[in-house]
Each structure stands twice: as structure tokens, then as C-alpha cells.
């Protein structure tokens, strides 16, 4: 059991049109590094470029491979999305 916990696979992940269009050796403009949800409570400028100032908006801006997460999030009830909040503010 590992004991630090970063909560990312900090792999590349095709993004769709979240991504930032820059090529960078391999990662072709889609292909972004999932960013450590560890700490994420204390960063008020979220994404690569910043653009999410909130969770929900962060969660929001996934395309691509985040997709699917986003539309299930979409689903959630508003006491279901305060939870992931009170989630991502333990991290
Ligand atoms: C409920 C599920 C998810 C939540 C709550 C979530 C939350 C977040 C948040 C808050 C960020 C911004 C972090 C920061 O800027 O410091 C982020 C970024 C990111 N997430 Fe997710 N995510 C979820 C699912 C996924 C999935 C399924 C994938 C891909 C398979 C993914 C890939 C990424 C990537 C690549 C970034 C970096 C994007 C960028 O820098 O613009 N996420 N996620």
C-alpha cells in the first residue's frame, strides 16, 4: 500500500478540444498529463491555462477521454456534487 496518494495516473489522455494544441515530442495537442487532484482544494486557477476557477467548472471542461466522467457528473444531485466537493477538499 503506497503511503502518498496523489490521485493521478499522471499519464497522457486524449482531451479532445480541452487540450492546448501544442505538440511536445509525442504528445500531439490533445494529449494532456492528468494534473494531482492531491491539494487541489488550495489551487484557484485550474486546467493547464487556468480557465477553471471552481471545480464544478473544471469538471465541466473535460472533453475527450474525460468525457464520460464529466456527463456522469452531470447526473449527480446537487447534495451528490457537494459530496465530491467535501471529497476533493480532503485531498
Ligand atoms: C469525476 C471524475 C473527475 C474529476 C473530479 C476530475 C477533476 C479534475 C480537476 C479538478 C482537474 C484540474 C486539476 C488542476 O488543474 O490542478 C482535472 C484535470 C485533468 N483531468 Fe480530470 N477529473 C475527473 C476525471 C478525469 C478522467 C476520466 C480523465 C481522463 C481519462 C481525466 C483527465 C484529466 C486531465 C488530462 C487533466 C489535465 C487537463 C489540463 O491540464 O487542462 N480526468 N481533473
Known amino acids: 500500500m503506497p503511503w502518498f496518494h496523489p490521485y493521478s495516473d499522471f499519464l497522457l489522455h486524449d482531451m479532445g478540444s480541452l ?3 501544442i505538440t511536445q ?4 495537442g490533445w494529449l ?3 494534473a494531482p487532484l492531491r491539494g487541489v482544494r488550495k489551487v ?5 491555462d487556468g480557465r477553471a476557477r471552481t471545480l464544478d467548472e473544471a469538471i465541466r471542461a473535460q472533453d ?3 468525457r464520460r466522467a464529466r456527463h456522469r457528473y452531470l447526473r449527480l ?7 465530491l466537493i467535501a471529497f476533493r477538499n480532503s485531498l
Open 25 to 28: 515530442n509525442r504528445a500531439t
Open 77 to 83: 444531485s446537487g447534495w451528490e456534487k457537494d459530496k
Open 64 to 66: 475527450g477521454q474525460g
Open 19 to 21: 487540450g492546448d494544441g
Open 32 to 34: 494532456m498529463r492528468t
Open 44 to 48: 484557484t486557477a485550474l486546467l493547464h
